[in-house]
């Protein structure tokens, strides 16, 4: 059955979902070796198969992901790497046997190392790592061999060279950024290139991208390679919910209309990835029978591989001007800031009173948010503001930080506490999460007070404008203002809201703040596509936005572009009316005619609030 299905006919495959996430549920935290779960807890392992199962997947991978001797000595187990991998063939086999249907058992194998090994363990050791994992999981009785979540184009080649010939078929998933290229800077097509279908009984990616950002990436790849095509997304983006706890939340019937369209591109399995559960696969496994999967496009003509190398606040922000208009810049690739700097010059120009420099979620290099902050406030002539997030620093490099900048001219800060970019793997494994947006008010509030972190005095004080994020999407709106409270009660001057869509939870926010002493700065990210709001609402946590502007996206087509302005402009104004600050967030940002007539209309709007009459 699946040899014949994934050499080419038109029946689809329904892959399980996300191991990870339902371990984690349970209780288990992301940061520990879950594949020792197998030894340490098989009926927990065993229960989530069962669970899939029971949703009516075709195919259940085994418990092994990161179960290399390479990564299994991180936490001191090497010596037990083919107990671990037998032991999760085994648990995975039992399961589907018991459910008494055909189900393929794939044996889950991932990249040999970290991301941070990478630099210090050879191409060999990485080769002879990923051989002896295979060569347990075949021998325990896998039917397939899924190599997932690659995001190394080199390390995926290695992989499937060392899988073939091992007698069971040879899955093969790259990872992708929302720029659709891996991690190490490859594209769709470099992949198709590199992994010939001849190779492989299936070519595609899975996890780090939500649905809508893999349909892209499958389409994509559909047009270079006649490979039966594997899609499993992630469940959009986690929200985080404690130290080293994070829960996605997607609407299944989001996911079951992408799966729709990953089907009718082509796709011969689809599944999911971290964040999705048994109940949304189930949904999957209803549908995906309707369809025969979209016959595979004629590839296009391709080149060779090219090479990449991986690699107590003030006021003075919101006070300055009777109404506050900035432009959010996310800090670029190497190379491009000098496009920034002439960007911030015009706007400028036109009437924007600075630059808010937002952090990077792309898990690649990109400039950083305090230099390029200097680098814009010495070229372009802007006082910028900048965030600075706390998950990935301890209180000590952030201090340092800190420190460092003031010294470079920066003064305005935004805190936020963060969340790491998706690399591919659990998305908790790699913060530090030391202090919170709270602890770095504090911190700043200290360095002010002429003290570090620790209370010892310092040799001068610094000047520090303080502010904070506020959320007004979350679900939970009474917790995101309590936690406003909480930060301005630490000594945060002035909020700044991520982008809103609508202004009731603004009304919320400034019924509760006297804007004379904590204003309020509201974000604005102009909408340009249907597919750019269902993308919001649906894979990135906390966005709220109304039905009735959905509606009118899905109407659009073609003028969404239009449409996104006008709501955008209505905003606007009510927001001018009611807040001391607009900044424009997006790709709308840039476009500088568009940025000064918002610019002209808040003003006017501004003037009419009794606050600055």
């Known amino acids: 059955m699946i040899e014949s299905l994934l050499a080419g006919s038109a029946g689809v495959l329904v892959c399980d979902g996300a191991m990870g996430t339902m371990l984690h549920a349970a209780g288990r935290p992301l940061d520990q070796q879950l594949p020792h779960l197998n030894v340490s807890d098989p009926e927990l392992v065993r229960a989530v198969h069962d669970s899939y199962l029971h949703s009516g997947v075709d195919i259940i991978q085994t418990n092994t992901f990161g179960a290399t001797r390479l990564r299994l000595d991180e936490a001191g187990l090497a010596a037990r790497t083919e107990q671990i991998n037998r032991a999760g063939t085994q648990i995975a086999r039992q399961a589907a046997v018991a459910v008494g249907r055909p189900v393929l058992v794939a044996g889950s194998v991932s990249p040999a190392i970290t991301v941070h090994q990478r630099g210090r363990v050879s191409a060999a050791a990485r080769a002879e790592a990923l051989a002896e994992q295979m060569d347990v999981l075949v021998s325990?009785?896998?039917?397939?061999?899924?190599?997932?979540?690659?995001?190394?184009?080199?390390?995926?080649?290695?992989?499937?060279?060392?899988?073939?010939?091992?007698?069971?078929?040879?899955?093969?998933?790259?990872?992708?950024?929302?720029?659709?290229?891996?991690?190490?800077?490859?594209t769709v097509a470099d992949l198709a290139r590199a992994v010939p279908p001849h190779r492989v009984a299936a070519l595609g990616a899975n996890c780090t991208l939500g649905p809508q950002g893999c349909l892209s990436v499958v389409r994509e790849l559909g047009r270079h390679t006649t490979a039966p095509l594997i899609a499993q997304p992630n469940a959009g983006l986690p929200r985080r919910v404690g130290p080293s706890r994070f829960e996605y939340v997607i609407d299944s019937d989001y996911l079951v209309r992408y799966v729709r369209q990953l089907v009718e591109?082509?796709?011969?399995?689809?599944?999911?990835?971290?964040?999705?559960?048994?109940?949304?696969?189930?949904?999957?496994?209803?549908?995906?029978?309707?369809?025969?999967?979209?016959?595979?496009?004629?590839?296009?003509?391709?080149?060779?591989?090219?090479?990449?190398?991986?690699?107590?606040?003030?006021?003075?922000?919101?006070?300055?001007?009777?109404?506050?208009?900035?432009?959010?810049?996310?800090?670029?690739?190497?190379?491009?800031?000098?496009?920034?700097?002439?960007?911030?010059?015009?706007?400028?120009?036109?009437?924007?009173?600075?630059?808010?420099?937002?952090?990077?979620?792309?898990?690649?290099?990109?400039?950083?948010?305090?230099?390029?902050?200097?680098?814009?406030?010495?070229?372009?002539?802007?006082?910028?503001?900048?965030?600075?997030?706390?998950?990935?620093?301890?209180?000590?490099?952030?201090?340092?930080?800190?420190?460092?900048?003031?010294?470079?001219?920066?003064?305005?800060?935004?805190?936020?506490?963060?969340?790491?970019?998706?690399?591919?793997?659990?998305?908790?494994?790699?913060?530090?999460?030391?202090?919170?947006?709270?602890g770095l008010i504090e911190l700043l509030v200290a360095l002010n007070a002429g003290r570090d972190h620790n209370g010892v005095g310092l040799t001068a004080t610094t000047t520090f404008e303080i502010g904070a994020r506020v959320n007004l999407g979350r679900d939970d709106l009474d917790a995101a203002l309590r936690q406003a409270h909480t930060e301005v009660d630490a000594g945060a001057g002035f909020l700044l809201t991520e982008p809103v869509y609508e202004l009731d939870g603004l009304d919320r926010l400034l019924a509760e703040f006297d804007p004379r002493r904590t204003p309020v700065i509201v974000s604005l990210r102009p909408l340009t596509t249907f597919d750019e709001v269902e993308y919001l609402r649906h894979e990135i946590p906390d966005v709220r936005i109304p039905d009735s502007t959905v509606r009118e996206f899905e109407r659009a087509g073609a003028q969404g572009r239009e449409v996104g302005r006008r709501i955008a402009a209505e905003l606007a104004t009510g927001i001018a009316e009611r807040a001391q600050g607009l900044v424009v967030c997006g790709t709308e940002a840039a476009d500088v005619g568009y940025v000064e007539r918002l610019v002209t209309a808040c003003r006017a709007a501004a003037s009419s609030q009794p606050l600055r009459s």
């Open 140 to 186: 325990a009785g896998v039917d397939a061999l899924v190599l997932e979540t690659f995001g190394h184009l080199d390390e995926l080649v290695e992989a499937v060279g060392i899988a073939e010939g091992r007698g069971v078929p040879v899955i093969a998933e790259a990872t992708f950024a929302e720029d659709e290229r891996m991690l190490s800077g490859h």
């Open 265 to 438: 591109a082509g796709a011969a399995v689809v599944g999911g990835c971290c964040g999705t559960t048994p109940a949304q696969i189930g949904a999957v496994v209803e549908i995906v029978r309707e369809y025969r999967r979209a016959p595979a496009a004629t590839p296009a003509a391709v080149g060779g591989v090219r090479e990449v190398v991986s690699g107590a606040g003030t006021t003075a922000v919101a006070g300055r001007t009777p109404f506050l208009v900035a432009a959010e810049f996310v800090p670029p690739a190497p190379g491009e800031t000098d496009r920034m700097v002439s960007t911030a010059r015009t706007l400028r120009e036109v009437g924007v009173d600075t630059v808010v420099v937002a952090a990077s979620r792309a898990p690649r290099a990109r400039v950083s948010t305090v230099n390029l902050a200097v680098h814009l406030g010495d070229r372009a002539g802007v006082d910028p503001v900048v965030s600075v997030p706390t998950w990935d620093r301890t209180i000590m490099a952030l201090q340092a930080d800190l420190l460092g900048a003031h010294a470079l001219g920066v003064r305005r800060i935004v805190c936020e506490t963060g969340s790491p970019p998706l690399l591919g793997d659990y998305p908790s494994v790699d913060g530090v999460w030391e202090v919170d947006s709270v």
